[in-house]
């Protein structure tokens, strides 16, 4: 009778040893279900559909932080066109420093009110000067904020008798705002902005 009772209770450490295996492995594979299930949810987050010439194309979505130094170097060169591409008409120089200092404060302001108190825009005007600028290499430091930056540039000032080729290096510091707007998609802020060089470097004569 007793080997009966031991033969029993030897069964049942076994049932129990096994019961206890299943319920460890189901509960490992339930979380191991919830983790690959929150893996693939992440994932379809991070993708978007873009309808495009009645084509669905999927894009993958990332954070803005990945994104920083392309959208900085943009908002730093797209405010340098807007300041110096000029053409030898009053309104048009007023559009594009219209637009330009919404992408900056009033380092770029006074800026162009020093350039503008020199009589550098009448000149334009009056010899029909049109300035076109290149932007050639940012150099920026994103370790910490605000972020600061050296711009290089070519400019390219057109007459109807040369044209003539300056060199153009600018330096300051960019923050983040906390809104975008349509006169400032990237919601960036240049400050502290000055002009380092601005020389000639070649000139040329057209051929008529």
């Known amino acids: 009778m007793f080997k009966q009772l031991k033969n ?13 295996f ?5 509960a490992l594979i ?16 991070g993708r978007i559909h873009i309808l495009y010439n009645g084509k669905v194309l ?8 990945q994104n920083m130094p392309v959208e900085l170097r ?4 797209t405010f340098h066109q807007y300041f110096f591409n000029l053409d ?24 162009y009110e020093n350039l503008k108190e020199a009589g550098y825009y009448n000149n334009l005007i009056a010899a029909n000067i049109s300035q076109e600028l290149e932007v050639d290499s940012i150099r920026l430091d994103v370790d910490a904020q605000p972020y600061t930056f050296v711009c290089y540039a070519t400019q390219k000032l057109v007459r109807s008798s040369s044209t003539t080729f300056r060199k153009l290096v600018t330096q300051g510091e960019v923050r ?13 802020l240049i400050q502290r902005w000055e002009t380092l060089v601005n020389s000639d470097i070649k000139d040329k004569s057209d051929q008529l």
């Open 8 to 20: 029993i209770d030897s069964a049942f450490q076994h049932v129990k040893r096994f019961s206890i």
């Open 22 to 26: 299943i319920v460890i492995s189901c």
């Open 30 to 45: 339930c979380a191991g279900c919830l983790l690959f299930s929150y893996k693939l949810i992440i994932e379809a987050q």
């Open 58 to 65: 999927e894009a993958v979505a990332a954070s803005r932080q």
């Open 74 to 77: 943009d908002h730093i060169k």
């Open 88 to 111: 030898p008409d009053e309104k048009a120089i007023q559009s594009g420093i219209s637009k330009a200092l919404y992408l900056a404060d009033e380092s770029a302001k006074r800026a």
């Open 176 to 188: 983040i705002l906390k809104t975008q707007t349509d006169n400032n998609p990237h919601g960036f």
